[in-house]
């Protein structure tokens, strides 16, 4: 791994035939990234910090309350 880049871990999911249909044309935007994948990684990210900023999500000593 390059310095300074953070490790990560492959997960697979399921998403319905129109989630995946809208992630693809997102993706054909490049607004949020160039392929199915790099979209929903992006929206993930982006929807865990928001919900960590908004108080919805909070880290306690042990992990994730």
């Known amino acids: 791994m390059a310095k300074g ?10 998403l319905s035939h ?3 249909a ?5 993706a054909g935007m490049g607004t949020h990234g160039d392929s199915v ?3 929903a990684k992006t929206l ?3 929807g865990i910090r928001e919900a960590i900023q908004n108080g919805f999500l ?4 042990s992990g994730v309350e």
């Open 5 to 14: 880049q953070t490790s990560t871990t492959r997960q697979n999911v399921t």
């Open 18 to 20: 129109k989630t995946k």
């Open 22 to 26: 809208y992630l693809a044309a997102l």
């Open 37 to 39: 994948s790099d979209v």
């Open 44 to 46: 993930i990210e982006q």
């Open 58 to 61: 909070k880290l306690s000593p």
